[in-house]
Structures are given as structure tokens and as C-alpha cells.
Nanobody, 127 residues
Framework: QVQLVESGGGLVQAGDSLRLSCAAS????????MGWFRQAPGKEREFVSA????????YYADSVKGRFFISRDNAKNTVSLQMNSLKPDDTAVYYC????????????????????WGQGTQVTVSS
């Protein structure tokens, strides 16, 4: 069982930066690939970014590529999402997710692949 707790959300202006963090419980964090998803009001939850167990492979949605950067610290059981040049369209609840796998690739962009989810953190970007 893995428990995930996100933090770092807030209200910012367009063009600002924000850093989300996700703290995971348990002693096997390095066995998990991690992902970030988001859900805007009235929309389905969508993939944002993912990172494999070691941090050697990262994945991004086209909408955030070049602006968002995912990283992880296996010693601290944390995964972070650095969000730069934020846009109003980035407004959403952001969720951290985990799946126990050493594999990578497109599967990490699939919501149903993940077994554990955080409660979400709100990010609001004003224009």
C-alpha cells in the first residue's frame, strides 16, 4: 500500500512558476513509476507527466512539454513537478499517482495503469 500526499498548489498569475510535490509513504518507493495527472472543471482527467522508477526516463503531454519538468528523489520518497510559464489553461486539480513497475513507455501515460492516487492539489492560473 502506498499513500500519496500532494502539496504546492495555489493561485498564480499567467507566466508564473509553481512547484508541486508528492510525498509517498512506504519503503519501496523506488519500485514505483510516478505520474502527474490533472482535471479541469468539466473535463476528464488527463495525463501531464510521468517518470520511471529510477528517474532515467520522463514523459510529458504535448501541452506541457518544455514548460513542466518532473523529477524524483528516491531517498526522500518524493516526486516533484516544476511548472513554468503557467497559462490559464493549466488551471486544474493536479493528482499524483503511482504504479509498481520497472517498465516505462506509453503505459505510464495511461490513467488506468496507476494503482495509487493522491487527493489532489488545486492549481489556479489567472490571466
Amino acid at each position: 500500500q502506498v499513500q500519496l500526499v500532494e502539496s504546492g498548489g495555489g493561485l498564480v498569475q499567467a507566466g508564473d512558476s509553481l512547484r508541486l510535490s508528492c510525498a509517498a509513504s512506504g519503503r519501496t518507493f523506488s519500485s514505483y513509476a510516478m505520474g502527474w495527472f490533472r482535471q479541469a472543471p468539466g473535463k476528464e482527467r488527463e495525463f501531464v507527466s510521468a517518470i520511471n522508477w529510477s528517474g532515467s526516463s520522463t514523459y510529458y503531454a504535448d501541452s506541457v512539454k518544455g514548460r513542466f519538468f518532473i523529477s524524483r528523489d528516491n531517498a526522500k520518497n518524493t516526486v516533484s513537478l516544476q511548472m513554468n510559464s503557467l497559462k490559464p489553461d493549466d488551471t486544474a486539480v493536479y493528482y499524483c499517482a503511482a504504479v509498481r513497475t520497472y517498465l516505462g513507455g506509453s503505459q505510464l501515460q495511461t490513467e488506468s495503469r496507476y494503482d495509487y492516487w493522491g487527493q489532489g492539489t488545486q492549481v489556479t492560473v489567472s490571466s
